[in-house]
């Protein structure tokens, strides 16, 4: 019920302050090449339900229909250049407050993924489901912890452990961490989200917000800090 009002408070209040950068945006993307402004898609939500997920448009009109569902990848042709710009800082979801207000999603929880995407990692991975317990979400633990060069399984991963250890602070943290992301430009950064000069503590931090036990301070990759942080939950 908490998350809730506070997904309806919060998205009500960014739909409102943030409704002078539609228009912006919206111009924006029809100057470039004429196309559609909104991008709607298929998504697959709680319980596994479908719903109509909208986007400002990041990509060339019919990107689906010509080289189907595929992720964005980096240098990825189908974006545009008002595409790239609006993908760096999140512009391009703006829209999904409204499906936030209509409790299709959530403000945090795993990302919705296309439903053709869905049918796909079904059948790679048998437990893909159990991520569908709960809201999507505008955010998530895997968007601000991981990286985009995650596999689909080590993404699952993250999502059934924020499913797990999900609170009130959590959701917290991962919104304010989400701002600073977006503030800087970074959502399409292929490494880790977590700045460098966090450096070890990227893996304290998480670990102490979902169990409030720490690790040593020491030095970690990426790749180590990934399996430190979710390895003891599954």
Do not use: C
Request: aromatic letters at 12%; hydrophobic letters at 40%.
């Amino acid at each position: 019920m908490l998350k809730r009002t506070f997904d309806i408070l919060v998205s009500g209040i960014g739909w409102a302050v943030s409704l002078p950068l539609w228009g912006l945006i919206a111009l924006a993307v029809k100057l470039e090449d004429g196309g559609p402004v909104f991008y709607r898609q298929q998504r697959v939500g709680k319980d596994t339900r479908e719903f109509t997920g909208l986007k400002f448009r990041s990509m060339v009109p019919d990107s689906e229909d010509k080289w189907g569902a595929v992720p964005a990848s980096e240098d990825d042709p189908r974006i545009t250049r008002t595409g790239r710009i609006l993908r760096a800082t999140a512009m391009d979801e703006l829209p999904q407050l409204w499906n936030i207000l209509r409790g299709d999603m959530s403000l945090v929880g795993p990302r919705p993924e296309w439903v053709e995407l869905v049918k796909q990692f079904r059948k790679e991975i048998p437990t893909f489901d159990r991520r569908h317990a709960i809201r999507p979400g505008l955010t998530g633990l895997a968007q601000v912890y991981g990286h985009s060069e995650l596999s689909r399984r080590q993404k699952l991963r993250y999502d059934l452990l924020y499913i797990k250890r999900q609170s009130f602070w959590l959701d917290l943290r991962l919104i304010l961490f989400s701002f600073l992301v977006t503030f800087t430009a970074g959502w399409e950064v292929r490494l880790p989200k977590v700045p460098r000069w966090l450096g070890a503590f990227r893996v304290r931090w998480i670990r102490t917000a979902l169990t409030g036990r720490t690790l040593p301070k020491t030095s970690f990759s990426p790749a180590e800090q990934d399996r430190a942080i979710v390895k003891p939950f599954t």
